[in-house]
């Protein structure tokens, strides 16, 4: 049923070069769940379209099943390098296997790693007191154990 279901929606994200596949489980008893993302964005006739590009497909005399369609949260953990892409310019918070949290402004994003910029506080190189300075990181796709976009309001 699985890969029954990944070639439908292969060929839905073909006409709709847009959107992407973030998650596909199917269970023993053939409960569908499809998590999609955008480089625009998901929108509700987005979930729609991908639902009916499988189920329009899918005959239940033959094999009955349940289908959830639903976007990416904006909490949760990015998982494809497009998603990444589509969110530069917002804040993230990186963890990564080896180092402490990171946090900053995505400004790059490549199929490689990404770009983290990060301003703070240090002490003058000469005298007293503090400066701000703008700092930068890069990390690779690989290094990255956990990825989340911070919300501001």
């Known amino acids: ?3 029954v279901v990944q070639e439908l929606l292969d060929k839905g994200f073909e006409e709709r070069e847009d959107l992407f596949l973030i998650d596909l489980s199917v269970s ?8 999609i993302d955008g480089d625009n964005g998901v929108t509700v006739d987005d ?16 094999e009955d099943f349940s289908l959830e369609v639903a ?4 909490t949760e ?12 310019g917002r804040t993230l918070e990186v963890r990564t296997n080896n180092q402490p949290k990171a946090e900053g402004k995505l400004v790059e994003a490549n199929d490689e790693e ?10 003058k190189p000469v005298g007293k007191g503090k400066i701000t ?10 290094e990255i154990a956990e990825a989340k976009v911070i919300i501001k309001f």
């Open 77 to 88: 953990p990015m998982t494809n390098i497009r998603q990444y892409k589509k969110n530069i």
């Open 114 to 123: 990404i770009t983290l910029s990060w301003k703070t506080r240090e002490p």
């Open 47 to 62: 979930c729609i379209f991908v639902s009916r590009s499988i189920e329009s497909n899918l005959d239940r005399e033959e």
């Open 71 to 74: 976007s990416a949260g904006a």
């Open 1 to 3: 049923m699985r890969k």
């Open 133 to 142: 300075v703008e700092k930068q990181a890069k990390f690779a796709y690989n």
């Open 28 to 35: 023993t008893a053939n409960h569908i769940k499809v998590i």
